[in-house]
């Protein structure tokens, strides 16, 4: 791809980019986000940002970078009713005559309305809901890039749904998208959750190896197990932008959300909740839902809830495949654990035990980490290598910069292999690529 070609967050975002710049304050300082949640085009949520304590702790949160009128705070608050969640944010950008009356009022109902009318002092705007957590610049432009290619990739898996309709491959992960980022946000009881997101996760276990073989002809329905050596290579080794890059994406969020809704159990199955009630039934007999779900994953339950920081396992899983783009550099892991360590509150001597999750909850053979003896990065296997893009690109914002402040290039990273270096910067070179493209 040619030098000059890159890309920019615009400096005054408006509209979904301004969803995006208050999601990543959230996310940056440890939350749990979920973004664009919506149910038979008749609701459709902002944000999702949920707080792992003791217990988790879910905010809804509604934003509007234009005008905005006074109804819309009682329209969040039938949301809030809906959905069940108990606290309310409406964060705007623009205040209007008579705010405090209007603040006073959101109160009342429960929700804190907050404007952000300049956008460097954000963090003092959201200081109460942030819990005076402050987010780093470098966190804040690595998850708008994020979203902005999360975006990209449903609008591309739309585009091409529409422009062929007798390809399977785009309407079932279509299908996979709105299970697992929209019906099971909207299903309360967290064991029936699970049970939707594990059915979603094991129905579509092999779906990039299905989609792989229908781009080479086969037919998507088959059973197809193993991407085909000529789909592989191009899009792993080669970097190439197909829809394999959506659909591993697609997996590995699928894993995520049925990891948080476990943890999110596990954490409230001693609170008199209506989430947690787990009485089932068969044949008017009384049994635990748990029993439904296969005993390989209750014994990962179990296993999971035995590590000392499972609770931030959600917001470490978004972090890592999100910012970090699902890879260590070993020859930096020291720094990479601290970093890690600093942004998920997961101790250094406990990264481990939180990358282990996947190989718990989703064991596969071989395991799900590989490290590429050349150039000796730990990688999440079948990953989206645009989001591999965003990681390459957070190391250089964090690793390389400048005694006067700006952002240096990866030629400052420290790393003497060549081939890692080839591949950060062919990850790179691929996100720009993607986002390049975008409308």
Not at 182 to 191: A, H, I, P, Q
Request: glycine residues 6%; contains cysteine.
């Amino acid at each position: 791809m040619p030098d000059e070609v890159s890309v920019e967050l615009p400096d005054i975002p408006k509209g979904v980019e301004f969803e995006d710049f208050i999601a990543a304050y959230f996310q940056s300082t440890g939350f749990f986000v979920e973004k664009n949640i919506s149910q038979d085009d008749i609701l459709e949520l902002d944000i999702s940002a949920t707080e792992y304590g003791d217990q988790p702790e879910i905010k809804l949160i509604e934003i509007k970078s234009g005008n905005w009128e006074f109804k819309e705070v009682f329209k969040i608050r039938g949301w809030m009713d809906y959905t069940g969640i108990k606290e309310g944010l409406f964060i705007v950008q623009k205040g209007r005559q008579r705010f405090d009356y209007y603040r006073s009022v959101s109160e009342e109902l429960g929700i804190r309305l907050i404007t952000v009318p300049h956008l460097s002092k954000t963090n003092e705007y959201l200081e109460i809901p942030l819990k005076g957590q402050i987010a780093d610049n470098e966190d804040i432009e690595t998850f708008r890039y994020a979203y902005w290619m999360e975006r990209e990739y449903y609008r591309l898996l739309k585009a091409w749904k529409k422009s062929d309709k007798s390809v399977r491959r785009f309407v079932a992960l279509e299908e996979l998208y709105y299970q697992i980022n929209c019906k099971s946000f909207f299903t309360r009881n967290l064991l029936d959750k699970v049970s939707l997101l594990y059915d979603a996760f094991t129905q579509n276990y092999h779906i990039s190896a299905k989609c792989a073989n229908e781009i080479i002809g086969s037919d998507f329905d088959e059973e197809h197990t193993i991407i085909p050596p000529e789909v592989f290579r191009p899009t792993f080794y080669a970097c190439e932008f197909n829809v394999l890059q959506i659909s591993t994406f697609l997996e590995h969020q699928s894993r995520i959300r049925v990891l948080k809704c476990m943890i999110d159990y596990l954490l409230l199955r001693e609170e008199e909740d209506e989430r947690v009630d787990d009485a089932g039934e068969i044949m008017g007999i009384k049994i635990s839902k748990l029993t439904f779900l296969p005993e390989s994953f209750r014994t990962a339950l179990n296993t999971i809830s035995s590590h000392s920081y499972f609770k931030y396992y959600p917001s470490f899983w978004q972090w890592f495949i999100y910012a970090f783009g699902g890879f260590i550099l070993l020859d930096k892991r020291e720094e990479e654990y601290r970093l890690l360590s600093a942004k998920t509150s997961i101790p250094v001597e406990e990264i481990d035990n939180a990358l282990s999750a996947w190989d718990i909850m989703f064991p596969t053979k071989g395991g799900w980490f590989n490290t590429n003896g050349y150039s000796n990065i730990l990688e999440l296997k079948i990953s989206s290598m645009p989001f591999r893009g965003v990681g390459a690109n957070y190391r250089r914002l964090i690793y390389c910069k400048k005694e006067d402040g700006t952002d240096g290039e990866y030629g400052d990273l420290g790393i003497t292999n060549e081939y890692a270096m080839r591949d950060l910067i062919r990850w790179n070179n691929l996100g720009v690529e993607v986002l390049s493209k975008a409308k």
